[in-house]
């Protein structure tokens, strides 16, 4: 069993930056995949960002790369988001989630926290 809490949003002008942190328990949360959704107000959840369990894969939306980038520190059982060059249509609430592997986390993931709201002003 994986529990993952997410912590770091706020509010932020368009064009700055926030770092989300996903803490997780469990023993096994290292062998984890980890990955990053987010639902803006009347659309579907939709996938940001994916990494593996030992940090040495990445994966992101078209709308994200190369303005966000997700790591893990497995020490501290925890995975972060730094985003950067936030655009007003980065307003949603974020979650993590958690999986086996890349394919399952970026399609029905495992194990879900209960997200954190992000609002970029204009």
């Known amino acids: 069993q994986v529990q993952l809490v997410e912590s770091g949003g706020g509010l932020v002008q368009a064009g700055g930056s926030l770092r989300l942190s996903c803490a997780a328990s469990g023993r096994t949360f290292s062998t984890y995949a980890v990955g990053w959704f987010r639902q803006a107000p009347g659309k579907e959840r939709e996938f940001v960002a994916a990494?593996?369990?030992?940090?040495?894969?990445?994966y992101y939306a078209d709308s994200v790369n190369g303005r966000f980038t997700i790591s893990r520190d497995n020490a501290k059982n925890t995975v972060y988001l730094q985003m950067n060059s936030l655009k007003p249509e980065d307003t949603a609430v974020y979650y993590c989630?958690?999986?086996?592997?890349?394919?399952?986390?970026?399609?029905?993931?495992?194990?879900w926290g209960q997200g954190t709201q992000v609002t970029v002003s204009s």
């Open positions: 989630a958690a999986g086996p592997t890349m394919v399952v986390v970026t399609t029905t993931p495992r194990y």
């Open positions: 990494i593996n369990w030992s940090g040495g894969t990445t």
